[in-house]
């Protein structure tokens, strides 16, 4: 059997230190996982996870330039931890979660906020808002022989130069492991996922011509464009 036309390129992203790409299969995000975050935002401190995604196509691997999307004048800069996962399953138990990951990166969630917000007062899902074209830059992946498990340390972004978020992983409302185990009672996990773990607050909005660069204690910088 053939194909009716070309199938899409696999979606991947640099491994520090080596020339092999990581493949992307799915990408998971947690929802207000740093309680100064979900108190901006106007909810619980420390609610359970939730989870959306993004359509692996969405990453823009490395950075760089990155189109302001159509339908919003409200876009919104989110930096986040990346957990790579090179092992799967579902029901994880958190003592065997961390079996799972490959390693880290430094990644930005793009987020629609006014379409967000809309969604949000009609009880309608967050997809258009959140899984847009280009709306996850990531950097590469720091594999655990580099990065180790990180649980401590500056995660940050500024725009223009102007610092807009300054935390520390520390802050997370639940841990890595506590991630993946929530999330493999929903959904079965596999090598190739990435979860982006959430944001510290000081989300604020982007305009055409504004530099990001966004970095995690350990994983270096991500720098992108908004043209």
């Known amino acids: 059997m053939s194909y009716l036309f070309e199938p899409p390129p696999t979606v991947a992203v640099a491994l520090a230190g080596s020339d092999a790409l990581f493949p992307v299969r799915r990408v998971y995000c947690v929802g207000r996982n740093y309680a100064d975050h979900a108190a901006e935002m106007g909810a619980d401190t420390r609610e359970p996870p939730f989870f959306f995604g993004k359509p692996a196509d969405a990453l823009v691997?490395?950075?760089?330039?990155?189109?302001?999307?159509?339908?919003?004048a409200n876009l919104q800069h989110e930096v986040e931890?990346?957990?790579a996962l090179a092992g799967g399953g579902r029901e994880v138990p958190v003592a065997r979660a961390l079996d799972l990951v490959l390693g880290y990166a430094v990644g930005i969630d793009l987020?629609?906020?006014?379409?967000?917000?809309?969604?949000k007062e009609k009880?309608?899902?967050?997809?258009m808002a959140k899984?847009?074209?280009?709306?996850?830059?990531?950097?590469?992946?720091?594999?655990?022989?580099?990065?180790?498990?990180?649980?401590?340390?500056?995660?940050?972004?500024?725009?223009?130069g102007e610092l807009r978020?300054?935390?520390?992983?520390?802050?997370?409302?639940?841990?890595?492991?506590?991630?993946?185990?929530?999330l493999s009672g929903l959904v079965t996990l596999a090598p190739g996922d990435l979860i982006f773990t959430g944001t510290p607050a000081g989300v604020s909005t982007l305009a055409r011509g504004d530099q990001i660069e966004a970095g995690v204690a350990g994983l270096g910088e991500l720098i992108a464009r908004i043209v």
């Open 111 to 119: 987020t629609r906020r006014d379409l967000q917000q809309a969604a």
């Open 61 to 72: 691997p490395g950075g760089g330039t990155v189109a302001y999307p159509p339908a919003t």
């Open 123 to 127: 009880g309608h899902p967050w997809d």
């Open 165 to 182: 978020q300054n935390g520390d992983l520390r802050q997370m409302s639940w841990s890595v492991a506590e991630v993946i185990a929530r």
């Open 131 to 160: 899984g847009f074209d280009q709306s996850a830059p990531i950097g590469p992946i720091h594999p655990l022989s580099i990065a180790g498990h990180p649980t401590s340390g500056a995660i940050w972004l500024r725009v223009n």
């Open 81 to 83: 931890l990346v957990v």
